[in-house]
C-alpha cells in the first residue's frame, strides 16, 4: 500500500511493549491486599502475583479448628492474587491504551 511505511508501526510497537515491560517491572514493586473472615486474615500480594505477607489475627488460631484457619488462608490468598490480576490488567490496559497484545498483555 502506498504511503503505509510499516517501520513507523514497527517502532511504535517495540516503544509500547518497552512501556508495558516497563510498567510491569513497576507493578512488581507495588502491593494489593487480600482478607477474608472480615479482616482476619490479610495477605499482601506484589502486582506480579508474589505473596509478600500474611497476617492472621491471634483470634484465628484456633489449634482445635485448624481447618477454618486453612479455609481462611485459601480464600485470603485468592483474594489477594485476584487482586494483583486485576491491578496489573488494569495498569496495562492504560499503557496499550486497551490493546491485547498477546505475550505481553
Known amino acids: 500500500m502506498p504511503g503505509v511505511d510499516l517501520n513507523y ?8 511493549t518497552e512501556k ?8 512488581a514493586e507495588e ?3 487480600g482478607k477474608s ?7 499482601i500480594a ?9 497476617k492472621l489475627d491471634p483470634k484465628v488460631v484456633d ?6 484457619l ?4 485459601i480464600a485470603a490468598v485468592n483474594a489477594a492474587l485476584t487482586a494483583s490480576k486485576d491491578h496489573m ?9 486497551g490493546v491485547k497484545i498477546p505475550g505481553v498483555t
Do not use: C, Y
Open 46 to 54: 506484589t502486582g506480579a502475583q508474589a505473596i509478600k505477607s500474611i
Open 31 to 33: 502491593t494489593v491486599e
Open 20 to 27: 508495558i515491560e516497563k510498567r510491569k517491572l513497576e507493578l
Open 63 to 68: 489449634p482445635s479448628d485448624l481447618s477454618m
Open 89 to 97: 490488567q488494569k495498569e496495562l490496559s492504560k499503557v496499550s491504551g
Open 9 to 16: 508501526f514497527i517502532r511504535q510497537a517495540n516503544k509500547l
Open 70 to 73: 486453612e479455609d481462611l488462608l
Open 37 to 43: 473472615g472480615d479482616g482476619l486474615v490479610t495477605v
